[in-house]
């Protein structure tokens, strides 16, 4: 919740229970005048209207407590450098060293086991990626990925392959949740008051998978109104597009946390491609992370309600198909408001972020 509306919540909150508590205790004082018993008599009405007259006044005074913060700290300094970065740090997956211990050793052990299980099929060993192996993860919301290769002869249909992977997980792993995602099984089990998630893709090489690593997914519907279907990719590719790229990680796991904080509907593929792209079509270059973060606020602004973004790990999947048009422009809409703050102070970073 952003400061400016935690103000007008708690502003409203005090403002609605003082002005029914106050609206009962004169009721009571003119009931007791009168001898007659609260209970039966008491106007609830009366102090429900009173109630929310308060909550209004209430939300107006938090949000005039808020705007006077705001100008009274407006000529403070601030780094929004620093602030970006501490923002970092505390969204690092390594600040809770417990739980991503433990999601990396059931991590191993999922994959131990797949290995064994299917190591006649498989055309290499299981592969780790997605965000813990990019370095773009965030502090309670990663996935630790596993790769399934599967010889391009293993099973009749892509569809075997993926229901025998499901079947394996369900019989060995009673204690988790499993489940059929688009691409991919999820499992997830409780471990010290936190969820472990973890997100198992199973894909067939299409060629010599040791020499080119491209595969083919399938691609599970669970609508009776979509048939399923299977998708080209690479692991590889995926796993090496922030590679070398220490900037973008940054802007990448920065957006993440935007991502969360305002619930948008931003799958984490789009957001590292707009910021990949956004770099690659700069033509200047900046090592301030502020700047590189702006600007990458400003390019997905700009380009995320164009037609399409192709994925690079295969170029006929058109990433920004997972998103609505109406996802699009509410995404739109939260980057211009919040850029537009940000342009007129850069303390704004400090609603935006928290930490």
Known sequence: MRPQTRYFVQGAAIGGIAASVIDMIIQAIE???????????????????????????????????YE??????????????????????????????????AALNHRNQ???????????????????????VKGTAINGNFDCDIFLPFKRESFGTLEEMYMSVYSTLKKDYKGFEVRKQKRSIGLSVSYEKSDLHFDIVPGRAIGDYRYDKSVNLFEYHSSVFEENSLIKSNVEIQSGVVRNRPDERKVIKLFKVYRDRNYLKLPSPVIEHFVIEAFDRRS????????????????????????????????????????????????????????????????????????
């Open 284 to 355: 200047y270059n900046s090592t301030s992370l502020f700047t590189n973060f702006k600007y990458c606020m400003e390019y997905m602004a700009d380009k995320i309600e164009r037609n399409g973004l192709i994925d690079i790990s295969n170029t006929n999947n058109n990433l920004l198909e997972s998103l609505t048009n109406s996802d699009r422009s509410c995404i739109r809409r939260q980057l211009e408001r919040d850029l537009s703050r940000i342009y007129e102070n850069k303390r704004y970073l400090k609603d935006i972020y928290e930490y």
């Open 110 to 132: 999922i994959a131990t086991n797949l290995n064994s299980v299917f190591n006649n099929k498989l055309a290499d060993s299981p592969t780790y990626f997605g965000s813990t």
């Open 31 to 65: 009931l007791h005048d009168q001898r007659l018993p609260f209970w039966d008599n008491w106007n609830y009405n009366q102090t429900f209207k009173n109630g929310i007259t308060g909550a209004a006044w209430g939300g107006v005074i938090g949000l005039a407590v």
């Open 68 to 101: 006077v913060k705001q100008i009274q700290e407006s000529n403070l300094p601030f780094d929004p450098n620093k602030h970006l970065h501490n923002v970092l740090m505390s969204a690092s997956i390594k600040n809770d060293p417990v739980i991503l211990n």
